[in-house]
């Protein structure tokens, strides 16, 4: 399933989780729960993450900007962020190291 399929699926869960919290408490004479909802203050971040050897890159990917492709040689992704970094001594594609493989 598109990752953003998924994102607004769960965005649309934790909404609706929340205003129903809201609403019971609202017509409720019971003191609020530990985590609840401030009507309006709810915020969804999109955090990008890519597995290790792989990393976005638009510039030669046009077409989907937001996949994570794999490395190319000469460059490598230790973690999971979303940059492949330069490394003159990677030679493969998909290192996770910046030495010859």
């Known amino acids: 399933m598109d990752q953003v399929v998924i994102f ?3 965005r649309y869960l934790i909404e609706n989780f929340f205003k129903q919290q809201a609403e019971i408490t609202r017509n409720g ?12 203050t709810l915020q969804m971040v999109w955090v990008d993450r890519c597995y290790p050897g792989y990393g976005m890159n638009p510039v030669r990917h046009p077409d989907c900007p937001d996949c994570c492709v794999v490395c190319s040689p000469g460059s490598y992704n230790p973690s999971n962020g979303i940059h492949c970094l330069p490394c003159n001594k990677s030679f493969t594609y998909g290192a ?6």
């Open 8 to 10: 607004f699926q769960a």
């Open 29 to 40: 004479s019971e003191p609020l729960p530990e985590i609840y909802y401030i009507e309006g």
């Open 96 to 101: 996770t190291e910046c030495q010859q493989l």
